[in-house]
């Protein structure tokens, strides 16, 4: 069976009464690829693996290499102890979350690109937030990032999942959109609702460029993960609430082929324009790596 869009994807989850994890299941054991057992294995050891980096990443302030960055989500966390938020404990849980995993991938330490390294915070903050403080269990939890994994799989038929091909909207653009449909599934959606909240993330990431300070994953990197991660609970809420995407998703998915063609190479990962050349950039660029 092989899956190649998100109407394929829905209609085979109605025919077949099944969800869109199980599909993946069958899908994978019917091509030789995977065992259902081997692939639930492979997603619960990533998910172990994300609440590890988690786990890091929120007990250190280690700096990361370049010292730009690796204190931000100890600050965030500082700030919720001290100072009235106006996020409920569930959204600061997942921003510090994110930001903790997008830490520890610039210290170099053991993260899930999910789908890659510059937008690692965002599925896990979610997924694992969600679990944590609703009380899902880790079976489930491993069902939504299996969930997860199918739209980012269909998604990059179409669109290489790489800044440097089409910009920050193929890697925290999709992330938040893996993200959005998970959590649409731990909360009870159904196949509409999910692959809705995935339509909603993606085109509202439209056009989001790649443009990293000193070409490194730091700036604005990780605070994206934090903002994207946010980003992909308000996808969720408004399908819940039966708002559709009036765009189908996979045409969202052509439109987002297209921006990156017309996208310049400047603003796609070579840290050639964009925030990568303002005067700040250039400054910090010259202290860490000289002329």
Do not use: W
């Not at 994807?9 to 099944?18: P, V």
């Not at 600061?92 to 520890?104: R, V």
């Amino acid at each position: 069976m092989s899956i190649t869009t998100f109407k394929e994807l829905q209609e085979i989850c109605l025919k077949e009464n099944k969800k869109i994890y199980e599909v993946m299941m069958s899908s994978e054991a019917e091509s030789g690829e995977n065992s259902e057992y081997h692939t639930r294995l492979q997603a619960a050891r990533s998910l172990l693996a994300m609440k590890s980096a988690i786990e890091s990443g929120l007990n250190s302030k280690e700096p990361s290499i370049s010292g730009m960055s690796g204190a931000d989500c100890a600050k965030l966390q500082e700030s919720f102890k001290k100072n009235q938020s106006l996020y409920p404990p569930f959204l600061q849980k997942i921003m510090t979350y994110a930001l903790a995993t997008s830490e520890e991938n610039v210290r170099m330490g053991t993260i899930v690109a999910c789908p890659t390294a510059g937008s690692c915070g965002i599925v896990p903050s979610v997924i694992i937030s969600y679990g944590q403080d609703y009380k899902i269990s880790n079976d489930e939890q491993v069902n939504a990032l299996i969930t997860a994994g199918v739209i980012g799989k269909i998604v990059a038929l179409k669109l290489p999942l790489a800044g440097a091909v089409g910009g920050c909207q193929a890697e925290c653009g999709v992330a938040s959109a893996m993200a959005s449909a998970a959590l649409t599934q731990m909360r009870g959606g159904n196949i509409e609702q999910i692959l809705n909240a995935v339509g909603l993330a993606l085109k509202n990431i439209l056009g989001l460029t790649c443009d990293p300070v000193c070409g490194l994953v730091e700036i604005p990197c990780i605070k994206r993960n934090a903002f994207m991660a946010i980003h992909a609970v308000t996808a969720s809420e408004l399908a819940i609430a039966n708002i559709v995407s009036v765009i189908p998703t996979d045409e969202i998915v052509d439109t987002m082929v297209q921006t990156a063609q017309l996208m310049s190479p400047l603003l796609k990962e070579s840290a050639k324009g964009g925030l990568a050349k303002t005067k700040t950039a250039i400054e910090l660029e010259k202290s860490s790596f000289g002329n």
